[in-house]
């Protein structure tokens, strides 16, 4: 291995990043929603981490004042394809770079949507690489959804790629009348995240093996509920 070259007398290093707490506008959050988390670097959405260990009391906390909380996840149809196919366009742009510049323009218009929108309380995160997580309390099912449209709506209008979307409502009848901790709501919060998924990736299963499911889909996910 080479020793690194030293830098001349005149040159001095960039300055360290500091990661802050949504230092991008517009963010990512609501209502307050997450709003002490970090970024993402390249999606400037709620990284992660913060958003998983936060979202249990939030969700809590608005189930507990009778509002029902809807959970959307989001994947990126065929990203693998338009990566691949990006260097013929731009040979300096292609594999993780065209990834990268993919979900950064992700971000903006998740974020640019959230600003303009309905949504009192409400987050977008970044799961997996590759899909995006929204968040929202609301009053009914048709109001979410209406926001999962929204935004599905202002990804696929924006990108090269269409994002499909598997959704679901958490209502307060789907809660026990008695929980106690947090490990129930963190169990809880595991078990919804899963169903939602679940429902996303069956339905693009079913459009691989040739069954009519369109590109840039709403796939509402069967009544969430853990009454033990």
């Known amino acids: 291995m080479s020793t690194p070259a030293k830098l001349s007398s005149h040159q001095t290093p960039p300055a360290l990043a500091i990661d802050a707490p949504h230092d991008r506008f517009p963010p990512a959050t609501v209502g307050g929603w997450c709003d002490d988390a970090r970024d993402d670097p390249i999606t400037g959405l709620v990284a992660w981490p913060g958003f998983f260990t936060r979202l249990p009391r939030l969700i809590a906390n608005a189930i507990g004042r009778g509002d029902s909380v809807g959970m959307a996840i989001g994947d990126v ?11 013929a366009v731009d040979a300096q742009s292609f594999g993780h770079l065209a990834g990268n510049a993919f979900m950064g323009r992700l971000g903006t218009l998740a ?19 590759d899909e ?8 009914d099912e048709t109001r979410f959804f209406s926001q999962v449209d929204g935004l599905r709506n202002q990804l696929c209008a924006g990108l090269p790629r269409t994002v499909s979307f598997g959704a679901g409502l958490i209502t307060p009848t789907a809660i026990p009348e008695s929980v106690i901790g947090d490990h129930w709501w963190r169990e809880f919060l595991i078990h919804v995240i899963g169903a939602v998924e679940h429902r996303l990736f069956s339905q693009k299963h079913a459009r691989r093996r040739g069954e009519s499911v369109a590109y840039g889909f709403v796939a509402p996910t069967p009544k969430i509920s853990r009454r033990r």
């Open 77 to 87: 149809d065929n990203l693998k394809e338009y990566v691949e196919g990006a260097k």
């Open 111 to 129: 974020r640019n949507w959230l600003w303009d929108s309905d949504a009192t309380q409400a987050c977008l995160a970044t799961f997996g690489g």
């Open 132 to 139: 995006i997580v929204f968040v929202s309390a609301a009053t």
